[in-house]
């Protein structure tokens, strides 16, 4: 009998996509059943030449059209679009989906598999900032476990282990700050997409290395910690430590502090994700205590990281504000890395598209995406206006 654990990936191209693949590489006991990407077509090809899956999909009937000429002497069915992550997710052979596309475009297809029984691997918070209210009650009712990819959630996960929820007195939350960090706000004005691009510790896709200068990514994960382990806002800390060797803690009611350390490399997560709750064997850098020359911690600047503070307003706010925040903010990164936007623009259309919403409480799938449109059109009339 095949007793390898089968699992599907949404963005296998990208930067989470990548290293889960490296993941199973290193492993050998796990079988790719499907793979999604967007639009790179070559990279998925050889993905499929290596791991064989069943199914995969392109976003563009396009580019489903050439992966299906180039990869004809295989036995993979190529799909496209919405359709096509939606068969992925609720496939019968899969047995974890891991949601590492990018985008609240995430949000349909997380909710599919849950219904179809998946356990979940999460990076995609977006996801879960914008439906944080349906997903995690769903995969409750489903029975179903969300795992996080986070970096800081599978650390807080990991430090979480065996203790009781109702333990916890607060989350400490890490952040490395960015590459402006200790830059005053007049600095920030001139700042290109090159140097926003420019991460200190960890190499990831665009969209999120952006939202990490911005702090917005600290913002979205305060929102995804929320709702994974279901704690309140203010009982979740923002601390800026610039060596991200603490991945972040849960303080207890004892006073008690655990904390996940390691060096940074997101491979740590998703393995633990895949084999939960099992720990495996993993290579690479290990921490030396003696050779870590600091470890600090400081505050963070919300007068000059706004995207934090407005991150803190939508989720006090609720409803479809955060769908908002995050929809305001994917689009607004997406000009900004055309060249079409300056830096501090990004959180301008952020405020601007919040301040204009008027809430919803307890949104739908439907309202979620209506709102998502609402401020995408906000940003493209404010443009062009
Ligand atoms: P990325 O841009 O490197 O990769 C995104 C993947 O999604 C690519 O494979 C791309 O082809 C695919 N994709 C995008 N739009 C698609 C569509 N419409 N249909 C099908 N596939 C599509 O992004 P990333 O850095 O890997 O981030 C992925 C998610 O993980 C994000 O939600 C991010 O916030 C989260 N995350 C990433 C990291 C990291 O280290 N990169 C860490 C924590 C969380
Ligand atoms: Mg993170």
């Known amino acids: 009998m095949d007793t390898k654990k089968k699992i599907a ?29 967007g639009s790179n077509v070559e990279l998925m090809e050889q993905q499929i030449r290596e791991f064989r899956p069943s199914l995969a999909a392109m976003w563009s009937e396009e580019a489903a059209e050439d992966l299906k000429v180039r990869v004809a002497d295989l036995a993979v069915k190529v799909v496209w ?17 891991v949601t590492a596309i990018v985008g609240m475009i995430g949000i349909r297809p997380t909710i599919a598999a849950i219904e179809a029984g998946k356990d979940i691997a999460l990076a995609n918070k977006e996801t879960l900032v914008c439906a944080g209210h349906i997903i995690m009650p769903l995969a409750a009712k489903c029975g179903v476990s969300i795992l996080p990819v986070d970096s800081e959630h599978s650390a807080i996960f990991q430090s979480l282990n ?24 007049a600095e920030l004005a001139g700042m290109r997409v090159e140097d926003a691009l ?41 601390v800026v430590h610039p060596q991200s060797i603490i991945h972040s803690a849960v303080q207890y009611v004892d006073g008690a502090i655990i904390a996940q350390l390691g060096t940074p490399d997101m491979k740590l997560p998703i393995q633990y994700a895949l084999y939960y709750p099992d720990r495996r064997p993993m290579g690479g850098k290990r921490v030396d205590f003696f050779e870590l020359a600091q470890i600090t911690f400081e505050k963070p600047d919300t007068d000059t990281f706004v995207g934090l503070k407005l991150a803190y307003r939508a989720a006090t706010a609720g409803g479809s504000m955060p769908t908002v925040f995050n929809a305001a903010n994917e689009k607004a990164v997406g000009l900004f890395l055309n060249r079409e936007i300056s830096y501090l623009q990004i959180t301008e259309l952020i405020e601007a598209c919040m301040d204009a919403h008027k809430n919803i409480s307890d949104p739908s799938v439907d309202e979620i995406l209506a709102a998502e449109q609402e401020a995408y059109e906000a940003i493209q009339n404010r443009k062009h206006g």
């Open 162 to 185: 065996g203790e009781p929820k109702d333990k916890i007195e607060k989350i400490l939350l890490t952040a490395s700050g960015g590459p402006f960090r200790g830059k005053a706000r």
């Open 9 to 37: 990936i949404l963005g296998s191209t990208g930067s989470i996509g990548t290293q889960t693949l490296e993941v199973v590489r290193a492993n050998g006991d796990l079988d790719v059943v499907a793979l999604a990407a």
């Open 198 to 238: 420019k991460h200190p510790n960890w190499s990831m896709g665009r969209k999120i290395t952006i939202d990490s200068s911005t702090l917005v990514n600290k913002g979205l994960e305060v929102m995804e910690a929320k709702w994974l382990f279901d704690v309140d806002l203010d009982r979740i800390q923002v």
């Open 81 to 97: 679009g919405m359709d096509g992550l939606l068969e992925i997710a609720t496939m019968k052979e899969s047995e974890v989906l």
